[in-house]
């Protein structure tokens, strides 16, 4: 059996959510989206899946589209919430877990989708790169339970960086303060999933727990802007079991989650592997 | 505004977009590639309008285009762009750059809040957020307050209150009854929050007939309405079309190449066409048929994103 690197990662990030819980991802966020889907049908029959933009819940769409606001996405759910009512439900604390990217994240966990260089509301604060924007993730991340962070871009070196340019979504702790000083419900980052590796965020800060079997220690310090902290018990990350390979491409027959991928990682074939029917 | 009469308020679409005036504050209503109002937005293209301080949620190429035809001062958005699958909105990043528009950007929760505050009369409300955020720092206007129950720390954010919100629809009535589908996205807090609703529908139906669907914005909110087929093309219109995919990569393709590429595109499309009738004829029936067929089989919907 052979596995792509986009598969294994969907894979990874469809583990970080747990039995039952409430889980949404933003939108233009295809990884995290196949990823909620992958879980829904194999180890988290009973979650509540909500969808990025059209809000609904538990919907068994036949293919995932390029864009997070189309009908296709909605197929098979009984309800589509209204904008209102995921809001209030995410701001009110009953969502459990929120997929975040961010064009940079730091090793608190806060993310950038906002801009590279400046930002801000004077002349002189114009920016190297103006990113697409936040969406809700500035209020949500205050009080949706758990965030799970990814990127597919670590080894650019540019991704994972000292300080955040611009802090659109607050991780474990910003100059302003902590979580707990801010009063804020959410517990912030609980994993980062990169294509080199994926961190925990024990004390709230960002460290290398597994790491792919094709990536060494040293390559993913090279491309880490912050000092890289590792596990004692490093390990290589779980092969996905071929239940979970199975639904993935089922899940996404058009492959948008491969949008989010440099045609390097696309590349990146594993064979052999100790897949097993069970990933428990 | 208060509450509309009973009338028959359908206008052409020229003399609708013209009550948008220079500087005025214009809600977008629809969502990334749904429900834009498109028609609208090239009609004030053709109109030549300025200043236009634009708020929304997640938008696309309404906003994209509207800043490349330099009609914008001001964007309140909470996102701009076009995903994953096409990437950055050209000319918002172009501008943005440069400095030759002011970017508030903000977050859906907290534009939830002020338009919740406009319809219901109250200066602001209070958010739990933000602080920890960089985006606080784009918006002097907002104070941080302590609740006088629980001592909270909260983020005060004043009412909006849109000049004129532009909302698309499948189908509507003389009246303006507009019956959508979901996601309404922000459409609702638009129309209750706003001094004044000008919507487009792709077919003006009987009364009765929005009446049997359900009427998800009511006439009494609606100041014009407009029938324009496709009105909101390339978005999407469900149940009538998908959003044209291939579209959206030419704009943004245009676009990338810089403002002589965009203004390509909007010679083409907007200034070219002189209007919506000569839009669809560019685009082509062909075309726009072809976005209908979703609804035949999955593989035929499918092939619309392959």
């Known amino acids: 059996m052979s596995v792509t690197l986009d598969e294994w990662f969907v894979v990874l990030l469809a583990r970080t959510i747990r039995p039952s819980e409430t889980v949404f991802h933003g939108f233009g966020s295809p990884c995290a989206q196949v990823a909620m889907h992958v879980a829904r049908r194999t180890h988290a029959p009973d979650m509540v899946l909500v969808e990025g933009a059209t809000y609904a819940v538990n919907p068994e769409p036949l293919f995932i589209p390029p864009t997070s606001n189309d009908a296709s996405l909605t197929h098979g759910a009984a309800y589509s919430m209204r904008f209102e009512e995921f809001f209030d ?7 459990d877990r929120m997929f975040l990217s961010g064009g940079q994240i730091d090793r608190d966990g806060n993310t950038n989708v906002t801009a590279i260089g400046p930002a801000g509301p004077g002349p002189a604060d114009r920016p190297k790169v ?57 517990e912030g980052p609980q994993w980062l ?10 004390a709230g800060r960002a460290r290398l727990r597994q790491i792919f079997p094709d990536v060494s220690v040293a390559e993913i310090r090279q491309a880490t802007g912050f000092a890289l902290e590792v596990a004692g018990d490093l390990r290589a990350v779980m092969p996905p079991s071929s239940a979970e390979l199975a639904v993935v491409r089922s899940v996404d027959p058009l492959g948008v989650r491969k949008s989010e991928f440099s045609p390097r990682e696309l590349s990146r074939v594993f064979t052999g592997g100790a897949a097993q029917d069970c990933a428990c | 505004m208060s509450l509309q009469p009973p009338r028959d308020k359908r206008t052409a679409l020229a003399d609708a977009v013209a009550l948008v005036a220079d500087g005025a504050i214009v809600a977008l209503g629809g969502g990334l590639s749904a429900r834009l109002p498109m028609a609208m937005v090239r009609e004030l293209i053709r109109q030549s309008r300025r200043d236009l ?13 509207l800043v490349a035809a330099g009609t914008v001062r001001r964007c309140e958005e909470s996102y701009v762009g076009f995903e994953q699958d096409i990437g950055l909105a050209p000319a918002y990043r172009r501008a943005a750059e440069e400095g030759s528009i002011e970017v508030a950007e903000s977050c859906c929760v907290t534009i939830l809040a002020q338009l919740r505050a406009a319809e219901m009369g109250l200066p602001f409300l209070p958010v739990r957020g933000v602080r920890g955020s960089d985006i606080g720092r784009l918006h002097p206007e907002y104070a941080e307050i302590t609740c006088p129950f629980t001592g909270e720390t909260l983020v005060a954010v004043p009412a909006l209150r849109p000049d004129v919100a532009l909302l698309h629809a499948p189908v509507g009535d003389r009246y303006g009854n507009l019956h959508l589908e979901q996601p309404y996205v922000l459409d609702e807090r638009f129309a209750s929050a706003s001094r004044a609703i000008i919507a487009t529908v792709d077919e003006l139906v009987s009364p009765d007939e929005v009446a049997a669907a359900g009427v998800v914005i009511p006439a009494h909110l609606i100041t014009a309405v407009t029938e324009v087929p496709y009105g909101a093309h390339p978005s999407s219109c469900y149940p009538r ?49 072809v976005l209908a067929t979703w609804s035949e089989s999955t593989a035929a919907w499918k092939e619309l994103f392959a």
């Open chain 1, 89 to 95: 439900a995410a701001v009110r604390g009953d969502v």
């Open chain 1, 130 to 186: 103006k990113l697409g924007g936040g969406g809700g993730g500035c209020n949500l991340a205050a009080t949706i339970r758990h965030l799970t962070l990814w990127t597919t871009r670590h080894r650019s070196g540019r991704t994972l960086v000292e300080t955040c340019d611009f802090i659109t979504d607050m991780g474990h702790a910003t100059p302003l303060g902590t979580r707990a000083e801010l009063g804020y419900a959410g």
């Open chain 1, 193 to 202: 999933v990169t294509e080199l590796g994926v961190f925990d965020f024990p």
């Open chain 2, 53 to 65: 301080h634009l708020v929304g949620s997640a938008h696309s190429i309404d906003v994209d285009m």
């Open chain 2, 241 to 289: 079309y998908a959003y044209d995919r291939d579209h959206l990569r030419e704009y943004v393709a245009a676009a990338q190449t810089g403002p002589d590429g965009a203004a390509k595109y909007l010679a083409a499309y907007v200034h070219g066409t002189g209007s919506e009738a000569g839009y669809r004829e560019v685009i082509g029936a062909e075309r726009l048929s």
